[in-house]
């Protein structure tokens, strides 16, 4: 049974560029969430997708935008890249329960995002 | 704005000991707190707490939540070279529609030398 697979597991981009980041979930999981953590600090919540439609946003700027899939994979993208945003980004996947997502959350091994 | 602290930031300890990791939360609309370990890349699930004065337990690890005084400690026993990691305490809050939210702390790093 996979768990959470991201790709690619490390990139780099120059400031301005954009990158597309992908996220399939574990296996019979519904809701995708996406994570930016920065060096030394815990993850950072950017949105959730569900039924293939943002449900729940952090706050980040519109430069961050994604994407959920029929099979429920999905993508984080980023325009006009900054340097602030290297980072680890993470994808978490889960179960929705009836209208609510279920607790405990599955994490891949991340995208590092080097931005020089 | 929700707010997790953990506390210490850092922490090295030798094989054997026990250690105590503290994290405090200003959170609206909590419903619940999470420990994960972080040891490279992915976060993996420890305990999920909702409500106060139940000690869970795995192994060696244990957690404990207090809603009244909002903190949560988790404790490792007889730490091991494998313990050494992020320990990131998240905690859970409900924002509407049926969607929830996890804030994060910094994290500990524990570092166990032999």
């Known amino acids: 049974d996979a768990g959470v697979t991201q790709s690619p597991t490390h990139l780099i981009k120059t400031r301005g560029q954009q990158v597309t980041l992908r996220c399939s979930p574990k296996s019979g999981h519904d809701t995708v969430s996406w994570y930016q953590q920065a060096l030394g600090q815990g993850p950072q919540f950017i949105f959730q997708y569900y039924e293939e439609e943002e449900r729940q946003r952090g706050n980040f700027p519109d430069r961050f935008s994604g994407h959920q899939f029929p099979n429920y994979s999905s993508e984080l993208n980023v325009n006009a890249l900054l340097l602030g945003d290297s980072a680890l980004y993470l994808c978490?996947?889960?179960?929705?329960?009836?209208?609510?997502?279920?607790?405990?959350?599955?994490f891949g091994s991340g995208t590092q995002l080097s931005v020089l | 704005e929700d707010k997790v602290v953990q506390s210490p930031l850092s922490l090295v300890v030798h094989e054997g000991d026990t250690v105590t990791l503290n994290c405090s939360y200003e959170?609206?609309?909590?419903?619940?707190l999470l420990w994960y370990k972080q040891e490279k890349k992915a976060p993996t699930f420890l305990f999920m707490l909702?409500?106060?004065?139940i000690e869970k337990k795995s192994g060696r690890l244990s957690s404990i939540l207090d809603k009244k005084e909002l903190f949560s400690i988790l404790n490792i026993t007889a730490t091991q070279t494998g313990d050494s990691a992020v320990y990131l305490c998240?905690?859970?809050?409900?924002?509407?529609?049926?969607?929830?939210?996890?804030?994060f702390g910094k994290g500990t790093k524990l570092s166990v030398i032999p």
């Open positions: 998240a905690c859970r809050s409900y924002s509407g529609a049926g969607s929830y939210q996890l804030t």
């Open positions: 978490a996947s889960s179960l929705a329960v009836g209208v609510t997502t279920n607790e405990k959350l599955f």
């Open positions: 909702t409500s106060s004065g």
């Open positions: 959170v609206t609309n909590f419903r619940s």
